[in-house]
């Protein structure tokens, strides 16, 4: 049952992480740095401290109690993540949710599921859950491929002898999208290493289901650093600043506050659910986790009618992409039940 519960709040969360992006696309005047920088201010410092010291009894004792060692490392991680948000946002922003997610949050989910796997050393490879992983991990790459070539087709131009060419616009975002991916998984390989600051938090009256929770206020307060330091940067250089308080800043606040609800809430809700998952939680969890929000992402980036006027091949090879990744979902689920 406890495995169960584990599994459901681990789904809630992937549904929640990928609709984050969506009220992103809704705001008013404001330009990508406005609405990263509010959204990094609320979601990775505000509400992640206010959720931290709900759930977390003397959470600052925890941190205080951890060894440097393992505190600098986590914030090591956590500033690197942050560069990978950056990306990820840049990604959105160039790619689209429908393209976007299965790229970035793809990568995510096999290298994020992949490294804790190598850690927890080579015999879990041989294992059940361990193969269906392995095996998982290589559709979902080959359903980003898919979708980057879908990508490809869709924005492509026709040119003097009837080929279809890429559009130059197109290789830039999927170089973000790559790189983002590669540093956003960290947060997982964080928190399957954050072992004694999820034992001082126990120790000092955190739950089971909410001491690996801890991880997250220390990696995502580094990756806040990261984020609103570019965005400001951004801001002042192209001198919009005052736009942060336009006519629509009310109404853009109150999307971005949702957004950031919906993201940081994924990830305690993960962590909930991967602790009751037992020791394949960092392994098992994260994939089906990242890939519920590739495909609630894609959905949504088609419900808008991102590709609505994409040529019928690019349609036809973004929903074989698609398939690939539900296919993983199946996989991961299989080898969360051999567990």
């Known amino acids: 049952m406890n495995v169960t519960i584990g599994l459901v709040l681990v789904a809630v969360a992937g549904i929640l992480q990928g609709s984050f992006v969506l009220p992103m696309t809704l705001t008013r005047d404001w330009k990508w740095e406005h609405t990263w920088a509010m959204f990094s201010l609320m979601g990775m410092l505000v509400f992640n401290w ?15 109690s951890t060894p440097l060692r393992d505190i600098v490392v986590l914030l090591m991680l956590g500033a690197c993540w942050g560069v990978g948000a950056i990306l990820f946002g840049l990604g959105m922003e160039k790619l689209g949710l429908a393209v976007g997610y299965p790229v970035i949050m793809g990568l995510i989910l096999c290298l994020g599921a992949l490294i804790p796997l190598v850690e927890s050393g080579a015999s879990h490879f041989l294992a059940k859950p361990g193969l269906m992983l392995l095996a998982g991990s290589l559709v979902v790459l080959f359903g980003i491929v898919l979708c980057a070539q879908a990508s490809e087709r869709k924005s492509g131009d026709t040119g003097s002898g009837g080929r279809r060419t890429p559009h130059a616009s197109t290789r830039p975002g999927m170089v973000i999208a790559v790189f983002a991916g590669i540093l956003s998984c960290l947060p997982n390989v964080g928190l ?147 567990r």
């Open 192 to 338: 399957n290493n954050a072992a004694e600051l999820t034992a001082s938090a126990a120790r000092l009256g955190a739950t089971p289901g909410m001491a690996a929770n801890a991880a997250w206020v220390v990696q995502f307060t580094a990756g806040f650093a990261v984020n609103f330091a570019y965005c400001a940067i951004l801001m002042v250089r192209r001198r919009n600043t005052a736009a942060l308080l336009g006519r629509n800043t009310l109404y853009n606040l109150v999307l971005v506050g949702a957004m950031a609800l919906m993201w940081i809430g994924s990830f305690y809700l993960y962590g909930m659910g991967a602790a009751r998952t037992g020791r394949w939680g960092a392994i098992l969890g994260w994939p089906l986790f990242i890939s519920l929000a590739i495909v609630v992402g894609n959905l949504w980036g088609l419900g808008r009618g991102e590709w609505s006027s994409a040529p019928r091949q690019a349609r036809a090879q973004l929903n074989r992409g698609l398939a690939a990744v539900l296919l993983a979902v199946v996989l991961f689920a299989f080898g969360s039940a051999m």
């Open 50 to 64: 206010i959720i931290g010291l709900a759930v977390l009894p003397r959470l600052g004792e925890a941190i205080v």
